[in-house]
């Protein structure tokens, strides 16, 4: 059996490690145009600033390593150009000349491309950069060793966060530049807007809702599509990737979103003798099952290694991915997993959002950090459709968790009974996770109701009066503006100052208060809602609504 494999990294070089192990005999060949064929691209960012100190560093694997270990033929800076699907060979070029190769099973993991737009004057920019490989990254250290002053980060998703939090602790100063209305577009906006003010707060300068439509002066000068001009001696485009499926198209190979290539359950293309996996493929969102692109490296290298298992005749399903990922933007993580509310909405599901605040381990024990967690689910049967958290500890934990349950077919009813591991050092005899359980079944039972942040406004507006529990002193740290202030533990005492005949929205700092309020007012016979992450959250959404020291 002869496998022939396009591409290396992730999904290719799992594919052919693994077939190895199960196939001692077979003939396994890695085209890899680019000069490595196994290298860390996730930490190409952490180079910039020195965090990872070595370029060697990245280098997972050598083509030497790999021959010597696995037996593998890998041959780097060699680029297939062709397919000839009718009599099982590749055509590939190599120091400027051509050779062929032939295949019983060829695999495709050709991976994703930068995406670089057409903007005017950027064929006549210098030091515009993309960061997908290790020449990338060449390229930009050689920029960087030119002491540049002022630099421009096009893009703030993952990478782009990741790189503009490198050039700051290089000593540079960084522009951020977003045509989506907030930073990290995959999360929510509430919950991306505590990324937000951790990166204004480190002096990142912030341009979202706004795109750059021309470079002038060979790139130093960005002009941005309010009329803004950026100066830059160092812009870095990171707007997203798109399936590399070039060579697929050229072989007549079915393609579907946006170019992604077409795959079934077992990874075949409509080719049945090769296959496709990692950024180049069309996935299942595996909550909605709808057609995706999920171009992360866990995808990636766990169907690297289900191709190998199914082409050496074991039984694998490629069952879709729900796209767990994670950054560090300074001091802050925000992770997520499956669905955000944005794209449940668009889907018509039948949701509940919550969000609640708890600590990465016992708050009593030194050091304790706020997480902010936000949970999307089914409404009436609590199948859970995502989760979002922000925090500087603790936040891989329990999106990991959540993703665990999602992938297990959990609901929120079993998030409770979730028994996790529990030391003062290490978490809470109730974790944030078991909290979110607790919470989403008082609202599917009925038991709380909410008003979320973006409803507060047309509530009040309705005639709703807003009811703040907080505790005089937490008052220095702002109030609502149009509000009534009686605290929790007076609420019993002074209930009679209140109005049977009003409906109430209950907010305290992060919404354990107001729901116990809620409790009380509601068994008194009053109409009663509580704010969704009450004052914490939209304090950090909507800081200029409110009013501070009043008190």
Same mark, same amino acid.
């Given at each position: 059996m002869k496998i022939v494999i396009v591409g290396g990294v992730a999904g290719g070089m799992s594919a052919a490690t693994r077939l190895r192990r199960l196939n001692e005999n077979a003939e396994i060949i890695v085209f890899e145009k680019g000069p490595y064929v196994s290298f860390a691209n996730c930490g190409l960012p952490y180079h910039i600033s020195g965090e990872i100190e070595t370029r060697e560093q990245l280098l997972v694997q050598t083509s030497t390593g790999l021959n010597n270990?696995?037996?593998?033929?890998?041959?780097?800076?060699?680029?297939?150009?062709?397919?000839?699907?009718?009599?099982?060979?590749?055509?590939?070029?190599?120091?400027?000349?051509?050779?062929?190769?032939?295949?019983?099973?060829?695999?495709?993991?050709?991976?994703?491309?930068?995406?670089?737009?057409?903007?005017?004057?950027?064929?006549?920019?210098?030091?515009?950069?993309?960061?997908?490989?290790?020449?990338?990254?060449?390229?930009?250290? &050689?920029?960087?060793?030119?002491?540049?002053?002022?630099?421009?980060?096009?893009?703030?998703?993952?990478?782009?966060?990741?790189?503009?939090?490198?050039?700051?602790?290089?000593?540079?100063?960084?522009?951020?530049?977003?045509?989506?209305?907030?930073?990290?577009?995959?999360?929510?906006e509430e919950m991306a807007s505590f990324i937000q003010n951790e990166v204004t707060s480190k002096n990142i300068a912030v341009y979202t809702s706004n795109s750059v439509v021309e470079f002038k002066d060979e790139g130093q000068t960005i002009v941005l599509e309010n009329g803004e001009e950026l100066s830059s001696d160092l812009t870095i485009l990171s707007?997203?990737?798109?399936?590399?499926?070039?060579?697929?198209?050229?072989?007549?190979?079915?393609?579907?979103?946006?170019?992604?290539?077409?795959?079934?359950?077992?990874?075949?293309?409509?080719?049945?003798?090769?296959?496709?996996?990692? &950024?180049?493929?069309?996935?299942?969102?595996?909550?909605?099952?709808?057609?995706?692109?999920?171009?992360?490296?866990s995808p990636a290298n766990r169907q690297g290694r289900q191709v190998a298992d199914i082409i050496s005749g074991q039984t694998r399903k490629n069952k879709g991915s729900i796209g767990t990922s994670i950054v560090r933007v300074f001091d802050l993580t925000a992770a997520s997993t499956g669905l955000n509310e944005r794209t449940a909405k668009q889907v018509q599901l039948p949701i509940s959002v919550l969000h609640i605040s708890g600590k990465n381990h016992a708050g009593y024990f030194p050091n304790a950090t706020d997480i902010h967690l936000k949970l999307i689910f089914h409404s009436e049967t609590g199948e859970i459709y995502g989760a979002q958290a922000i925090g500087q500890e603790g936040v891989d934990k329990r999106i990991d968790v959540i993703a665990t349950a999602i992938k297990g077919g959990l609901s929120v009813f079993d998030l409770p009974e979730l028994e996790?591991?529990?030391?003062?050092?290490?978490?809470?005899?109730? &974790?944030?996770?078991?909290?979110?359980?607790?919470?989403?079944?008082?609202?599917?039972?009925?038991?709380?109701?909410?008003?979320?942040?973006?409803?507060?406004?047309?509530?009040?507006?309705?005639?709703?009066?807003?009811?703040?529990?907080?505790?005089?002193?937490?008052?220095?740290?702002?109030?609502?503006?149009?509000s009534i202030h009686i605290p929790l533990d007076n609420l019993r005492d002074e209930i009679h100052q209140l109005d049977k005949k009003k409906e109430y929205i209950v907010s305290c700092h992060s919404g354990l208060r107001s729901y116990i309020a809620e409790r009380i007012l509601k068994q008194n016979g009053f109409s009663v809602k509580n704010l969704d992450g009450a004052f914490a959250l939209y304090r950090n959404i909507y800081p200029d609504k409110l009013i501070y020291n009043k008190k």
């Amino acid at each position: 059996m002869k496998i022939v494999i396009v591409g290396g990294v992730a999904g290719g070089m799992s594919a052919a490690t693994r077939l190895r192990r199960l196939n001692e005999n077979a003939e396994i060949i890695v085209f890899e145009k680019g000069p490595y064929v196994s290298f860390a691209n996730c930490g190409l960012p952490y180079h910039i600033s020195g965090e990872i100190e070595t370029r060697e560093q990245l280098l997972v694997q050598t083509s030497t390593g790999l021959n010597n270990r696995f037996n593998i033929d890998v041959r780097p800076n060699h680029e297939v150009v062709q397919i000839d699907r009718e009599n099982k060979k590749v055509m590939f070029n190599h120091n400027q000349e051509t050779g062929v190769e032939t295949y019983d099973y060829l695999i495709l993991s050709t991976g994703a491309s930068p995406i670089t737009p057409q903007i005017k004057g950027i064929e006549r920019s210098e030091h515009i950069f993309t960061l997908r490989s290790i020449p990338d990254l060449d390229r930009i250290m &050689d920029q960087v060793q030119q002491n540049p002053k002022h630099a421009v980060v096009v893009g703030a998703g993952f990478i782009g966060l990741e790189v503009a939090e490198n050039l700051v602790k290089k000593g540079l100063s960084v522009s951020l530049v977003e045509k989506a209305p907030q930073v990290l577009p995959p999360l929510d906006e509430e919950m991306a807007s505590f990324i937000q003010n951790e990166v204004t707060s480190k002096n990142i300068a912030v341009y979202t809702s706004n795109s750059v439509v021309e470079f002038k002066d060979e790139g130093q000068t960005i002009v941005l599509e309010n009329g803004e001009e950026l100066s830059s001696d160092l812009t870095i485009l990171s707007i997203g990737v798109q399936p590399e499926s070039s060579l697929a198209k050229q072989a007549g190979i079915k393609t579907g979103l946006r170019d992604g290539i077409l795959v079934n359950e077992n990874y075949q293309t409509s080719d049945d003798n090769i296959y496709a996996v990692g &950024d180049a493929i069309i996935v299942k969102q595996q909550i909605t099952n709808q057609e995706t692109l999920i171009p992360l490296a866990s995808p990636a290298n766990r169907q690297g290694r289900q191709v190998a298992d199914i082409i050496s005749g074991q039984t694998r399903k490629n069952k879709g991915s729900i796209g767990t990922s994670i950054v560090r933007v300074f001091d802050l993580t925000a992770a997520s997993t499956g669905l955000n509310e944005r794209t449940a909405k668009q889907v018509q599901l039948p949701i509940s959002v919550l969000h609640i605040s708890g600590k990465n381990h016992a708050g009593y024990f030194p050091n304790a950090t706020d997480i902010h967690l936000k949970l999307i689910f089914h409404s009436e049967t609590g199948e859970i459709y995502g989760a979002q958290a922000i925090g500087q500890e603790g936040v891989d934990k329990r999106i990991d968790v959540i993703a665990t349950a999602i992938k297990g077919g959990l609901s929120v009813f079993d998030l409770p009974e979730l028994e996790l591991t529990y030391a003062p050092p290490f978490g809470s005899a109730k &974790d944030p996770v078991n909290m979110a359980g607790y919470a989403a079944i008082n609202l599917i039972e009925g038991t709380s109701e909410s008003v979320q942040w973006y409803e507060l406004e047309d509530e009040l507006n309705k005639g709703k009066i807003l009811l703040d529990v907080r505790n005089d002193q937490e008052l220095r740290n702002g109030q609502f503006s149009h509000s009534i202030h009686i605290p929790l533990d007076n609420l019993r005492d002074e209930i009679h100052q209140l109005d049977k005949k009003k409906e109430y929205i209950v907010s305290c700092h992060s919404g354990l208060r107001s729901y116990i309020a809620e409790r009380i007012l509601k068994q008194n016979g009053f109409s009663v809602k509580n704010l969704d992450g009450a004052f914490a959250l939209y304090r950090n959404i909507y800081p200029d609504k409110l009013i501070y020291n009043k008190k």
